[in-house]
């Protein structure tokens, strides 16, 4: 069942939400590791900014944004790309999720999809009002099946695979030029 979007709201972690936070389920212990112990003070530290989502019915939480500044080295298509534009950078600066997590409770709902909008959206703004900001940029956990390679999740939303590897996480992309 698709997950009413209007139901949703965030807001940036903050003291008050550390108590609720321990509420957070997700069969991935790194993420609630990562939520519980390194959210908050990543974000005292000026490391990274982590969004809480909540549904506006029950107030509860079901998942959370984490985004950091990053820049993408381009691959030998990109370069491609830009040098027909006349753009002759090996690097050029994105917004990186850093984790994305639903609870599991809540899961397959549309949740991820919204959150990556909110990532999305955020991008987009950096670069109307604050720093030039290209790309979105995210490490995927690839799955043994379809059905729990995050590759497929984030294909959908319009990423492209950077650098196949073999082993460990998958970097992607997207172009936020795409998305206006
Ligand atoms: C990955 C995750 C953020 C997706 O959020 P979600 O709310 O469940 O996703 P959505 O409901 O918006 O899914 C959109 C589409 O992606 C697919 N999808 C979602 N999660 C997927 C996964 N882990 N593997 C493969 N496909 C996935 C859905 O099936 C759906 O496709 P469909 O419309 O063809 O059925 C969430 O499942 C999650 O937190 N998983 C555990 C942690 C994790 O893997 N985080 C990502 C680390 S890189």
Redesign the pocket.
Known sequence: ME?DKKDLFFERIDRRHLELIKSFQ???RE?VDFLLEDAYNNQVNKISVTYLFFSQKTKGLV?YLTVLTDAINLNAELKRYFRDKDIHYKSLPALKVG????D?R???????????DIAIFLAIKIYRETAGCRFIT????R?SS?????????K?IGFHVLKEREKG?IPMYLDILAKE
Do not use: N, Q
Request: aromatic content about 10%; overall charge positive; proline content about 0%.
């Open positions: 997950f997700c069969h991935e993420l998942g984790r994305i997590a639903v599991d809540f899961a397959r709902r549309g949740i991820g999809t919204r959150m990556m995210l490490d995927a956990k799955g379809a059905e729990t390679d995050s590759t497929h999740f984030y959908k996480t």
